[in-house]
């Protein structure tokens, strides 16, 4: 039961799709066995980020693959490789950062398309698999290590790498499937959708950088996923995709709901966001089940990515 009046709706439309000329339904993956047995996956799109000149990165996670998208909608195939990755983030210096969850965190670069190890365990031990990442203003890293944990096996990780001095700080341990991530504004507040839990946590940061009090910011209403890719507006707002109801949510500072951001297309697997085009406030999302990128217009700026600072 919500004690909130249902958000307005606001509508997408389709910004590019994958061409078919990249797509073979018949390309097999150890991930498609594991994640969507049975099914046939010709792409499964996730971690849209913006470079310098406008274009969006995106990542195709069974078929190791990262796309550079034009701002006309033109595809580029920019690495193919032995990994799944996930979440993708540029770092000012041009280097980009792929939560591969293969392999761990990984390394770009853009024009060679060469992919390399960049942080792929702790002290010898293997991630579980690690989903999305993020910056803060200061180039400290944020990412979540989901593997196969749930409510079943609520042992997911929050973790925080420092660049520059090489440490890693684990957040939280308890997570059921962490996903996305974001902070806010001021970067006192790291949020972190929880798919299997079907919420989103708020993890206050503390001046000496840890973390205490962490609760539940918002419970989504159920359904067949839950939580995934979020993104942060200037005025602190929390865009939320809602994995299996072909959706996103949209909740201000408060955790009060303001809109529902729907699917043009029928597509139920909206998986992830980025703010981009001229003014900032165009969002474009991952609709991972149909291949697809929508787009649509929201009266905020997104927050500024750290790799466009």
Known sequence: MSLYPPPRDIETSVFTTVPDAFLDPERRSDWIDAN??????????EGPSFDRSGGLFVTDIPHGRVFRVSDQGDWNLVADYDGWPNGLCFHKDGRVLIADYKNGIMELDPVSGRVSDFLTHIHSEAFKGVNDLIFDSKGQLYFTD??????????????????????????????????????????????????????????????????????????????????????????????????????????????????????????????????????NKTLFITESDTGTILQTELPTKGSRMFGLI
């Open 36 to 45: 969507k047995p049975g099914q046939k996956v010709p792409s499964f799109l």
């Open 146 to 279: 989901q593997g196969q944990s749930g409510m079943h096996d609520p042992t997911g990780r929050v973790f925080r790498y420092n660049l520059e001095t090489e440490q890693l700080d684990c957040l939280v341990d308890n997570c059921p499937s962490p996903n996305g991530l974001a902070l806010n504004p001021e970067e006192t507040v790291l949020y972190v959708g929880m798919t299997r839990g079907n919420a989103v946590w708020r993890l206050p940061i503390l001046p000496d950088g840890s973390t205490s009090k962490v609760g539940i910011f918002t419970q989504l209403v159920g359904g067949v996923s839950g939580a995934d890719g979020l993104a942060m507006d200037v005025e602190g707002n929390l865009s939320v995709c809602d994995a299996g109801n072909g959706c996103v949510w949209m909740f201000s500072k408060w955790g009060e709901p303001l809109f529902r951001i729907r699917s043009c297309t029928g597509g139920r697997t909206t998986t992830n966001l980025a703010y981009g085009g001229p003014n």
